[in-house]
């Protein structure tokens, strides 16, 4: 999942850049196909706002297939205000319909008719895998469809000849995120917003009753939206179709649920895909979990079924940013394509766009669905891909408590700690720790405060049980501090040697990873800190050099734009106005700019890109513009500390005054609802699987580091950031980032996001340069990535 995003960098070399490709002279037609997924609206806003630029023009195919084939009104000219206020909606606003006539040979000849007539050869198709199967076998019979057109004389021969070749690009939306060549579909992620709001709203009930919860979510061919759900809750059992359950479940099942009772837990959860099977493929129904429960525990169960609930609501920020850089990326393979181009899908492998031969795709979906119906599950996980698999192997690994006896014993003890503001996200990465600790056979310790507590002597063990429920929980449970270790050098390792701590893992932002570089350096005086330490990047601020991501940045943007959502809805209630809204992120412009694009803003202003009066100036004329058409609305993010001259303050000054007349201007400054919050899917799902990961390799080097009965580790790659890079999870000696890092603003020297700028301005019609030369690259799938298990 996301849970895969994972950013990219561009070599300087044959650049490629948007103000060559013309669109002028083509029609693209965009449809939405198959069952809704949150999303889809922004993809679709995306390629019409696109296509419009580059000079094409876009037709909007209204109800799926079935508009195409039914044609008239069906058919409509997209314009650039005909999309506005749509990014915020849920489901598809152009509708979509399961069309049987388009499975007809005289149904697929009436759609080629229509869109001959409107010139359109360009198609891109919003679906799943159904859906862009049929596209593909349109692109096949185009051809042919025309000479029969041509032979009834429905259309001249002239117009076959001009509109000889058909193009298809697809993006898939669906909720059920079971798509392979895809990290991430349009859908899934909001699917996961709406189920963990709704366990998370159970868990108090259940709580409040000591009961047992089956909760049943849709998937009835993928497993993927139930395990990544019970991942993000801590759920005590999940039942995926990919995976039955062994013989003999029911009683290892019923065990797991009385033990964690035993050990002081008020409720169970046990979520179940509505495809699940057992072995020998007879369904397994949450009804039947729960009488199962019943008859062996006697506990007071309930079914909750989520039903199109997870279809609906508003998509989440991940959710409109993947579907808008999508939308972009569909119109540049448009534009690129030749007669001989396979009809493609365009992705996220990681954070980087691809493109795939669509047909490449289904056919490894189908071999999915094969493999299960054949009883090759391993295969069928393997074949899901990468981000499944790692996702099934850590859920095993934190659920199921194994028993004393059976765990490995190391004597070794490990520290955890947070340091820095608090971000949402924090706690599921130490509950994470501590349970993989635990189960390589370490001795847990939690320190209260971060390094304050730390020289104070705040270090207690910590136990597999104190950390249940913690998942979902936002802030720092184990409360942070932003203190730097290095005056309290001497205590702190006073403290290490008392409580005789092995290897330290320190979750936190830019002060941990400041904290690290002076323990480190500390070295040389105090033998206490030649242990393995390892720090993994949690802030709100997304500013860890080394890591394309933090811990907490997913949250953050959530709340960034669902408070952007309700300023525009008022906006648009009182007319001509324009809000500044200030975001978090020290000097960093992350939160700004991707909250931009994900809110539709016309603007950001950050420090990264310096700005002038005449910046503004244009800004203001923009606005003014926009006034004039029936978007009579603006939305401005600032960053906070992007100048300081040009505060918030200024800026609504001087928008006040030179739209007098013409709008008015409001501002809010967003402050530390920023930071708070239950943490999101993806911040729930990464914190838990980076963490994972970090005490994997902190098992790994105590091992090679122990010698004649203690731990010694002086090296440089002893002391480790862990962050996300492109498309896998990479360990960095600290001290080699430090030339990557500018100490003063507190950020990395070079940040991959920047590249999302361009977008974001050319979405709010600015004219402006947009390196394309990342795109147009056709992979291919690789079967069975063996390379890229280590990958996230």
Request: aromatic share 6%; hydrophobic share 40%; net charge neutral.
């Amino acid at each position: 999942h996301a849970h895969d995003v994972v950013p990219f960098l561009i070599m300087p070399d044959n650049k490629k850049f948007i103000e060559n490709l013309s669109g002028t002279g083509k029609c693209i037609g965009v449809l939405t196909s198959g069952g809704d997924a949150q999303g889809m609206n922004a993809a679709v806003r995306a390629v019409v706002r696109m296509g419009i630029y580059v000079g094409a023009k876009v037709y909007f195919i209204h109800e799926g297939y079935q508009g195409m084939v039914d044609g008239g009104d069906n058919i409509k000219e997209a314009s650039w205000e005909s999309v506005s206020s749509m990014l915020q909606v849920g489901g598809t606003v152009i509708g979509s319909a399961r069309c049987k006539d388009f499975r007809t040979h005289e149904g697929r000849l009436r759609a080629a008719l229509n869109l001959v007539q409107r010139g359109i050869t360009n198609l891109c198709v919003i679906g799943g895998d159904g859906s862009l199967t049929g596209a593909n076998l349109f692109r096949e019979e185009w051809s042919g469809l025309l000479d029969e057109l041509v032979q009834s004389g429905e259309i001249s021969e002239e117009a076959s000849q001009i509109h000889s070749a058909l193009h298809i690009v697809g993006m898939v939306g669906s909720i059920d995120n079971d798509f392979c060549g895809t990290d991430m579909t349009i859908g899934t992620d909001s699917a996961l917003h709406r189920i963990i709001e709704v366990v998370d709203a159970i868990m108090t009930t259940a709580q409040s009753h000591q009961r047992t919860f089956v909760l049943e979510v849709m998937g009835r061919h993928c497993g993927y939206l139930a395990l990544v759900s019970a991942l993000a809750c801590g759920a005590d059992w999940v039942l995926i179709p990919e995976m039955p359950p062994k013989d003999g479940w029911e009683e290892q099942m019923c065990n797991k649920l009385s033990e964690s009772r035993l050990r002081g837990s008020r409720l169970n959860i046990v979520i179940v895909a509505e495809g699940a099977t057992d072995r020998h493929g007879n369904p397994i129904s949450s009804n039947a979990v729960k009488d199962l429960v019943v008859r062996c525990l006697g506990f007071d169960t309930r079914v909750t079924i989520l039903g199109h609930v997870q279809r609906g609501g508003t998509p989440s920020a991940f959710d409109r940013i993947l579907a808008s850089r999508m939308g972009v990326e569909a119109v540049l393979a448009l534009l690129e394509a030749s007669p001989g181009t396979p009809a493609c899908v365009v992705s996220l492998c990681g954070n980087q766009a691809v493109r795939l031969p669509l047909m490449e795709c289904v056919q490894m979906t189908q071999e999915v669905q094969k493999a299960m119906d054949e009883k090759r599950f391993e295969d069928a996980v393997r074949l899901r891909g990468r981000s499944f698999e790692n996702n099934l192997n850590t859920y095993k690994l934190l659920s199921h408590r194994k028993i004393d006896s059976e765990l490995p014993h190391s004597s070794f003890n490990v520290a955890v700690l947070n340091v820095g503001a608090p971000a949402a996200g924090m706690n599921a990465a130490v509950r994470s720790a501590v349970r993989v600790g635990i189960t390589e056979g370490h001795t847990m310790f939690a320190v209260s405060d971060g390094f304050e507590g730390f020289c104070k002597g705040q270090i207690k063990e910590i136990k597999w049980g104190d950390v249940g429920g913690w998942t979902g929980q936002g802030g720092s449970l184990l409360g942070t501090k932003r203190t730097l270790p290095a005056k309290h050098i001497d205590k702190i390792a006073e403290q290490m040697r008392i409580h005789n701590i092995n290897a330290l893992l320190v979750i936190g932002g830019f002060e941990a990873y400041l904290g690290l570089m002076e323990l480190q350096a500390a070295r040389s005086k105090h033998a206490e800190f030649c242990v393995p330490m390892v720090m993994v990047p949690a802030t709100v601020s997304n500013n860890i050099p080394g890591s394309d991501l933090s811990i907490g940045a997913d949250t953050a943007l959530n709340a960034i734009t669902d408070t952007c959502d309700r300023i525009k809805q008022s906006a648009s209630g009182t007319k001509r106005r324009v809000f500044i809204i200030e975001t978090m992120g020290g000097y960093c412009g992350y939160l700004a700019t991707v909250g931009a694009l994900a809110a539709g803003a016309d603007a950001a202003y950050i420090y990264e890109e310096p700005f002038d009066i005449r910046d503004l100036q244009s800004n203001v004329e923009h606005l003014t513009e926009k006034m004039k058409t029936s978007i009579q609305r603006g939305l401005v993010l600032r960053n906070e500390n992007c100048s300081v001259n040009y505060t918030t303050d200024f800026i609504y000054q001087l928008y006040s005054e030179e739209g007098k007349g013409v709008f008015d201007c409001r501002k809010n400054v967003l402050g530390h609802m920023q930071q708070g919050g239950s943490p999101s899917p993806f911040d729930r799902n990464f914190g838990t699987k980076i963490s994972a990961k970090a005490m994997q390799w902190i098992s790994k080097k105590l091992k090679e580091c122990y010698r004649e009965g203690h731990v010694f580790a002086n090296t440089e790659d002893s002391a480790c950031l862990l962050g996300m890079r492109r498309r896998a999870l990479v360990f960095q000696p600290v001290i080699q980032l430090k030339d990557e890092t500018d100490f003063v603003h507190r950020i990395p020297k070079e940040q991959w996001w920047l590249r999302l700028r361009p977008l974001m301005k050319i979405l709010a019609k600015y004219k402006t340069s947009y390196d394309v030369s990342d795109s147009g690259q056709l992979e291919h799938i690789i079967r069975l990535r063996t390379k890229d298990i280590s990958a996230i």
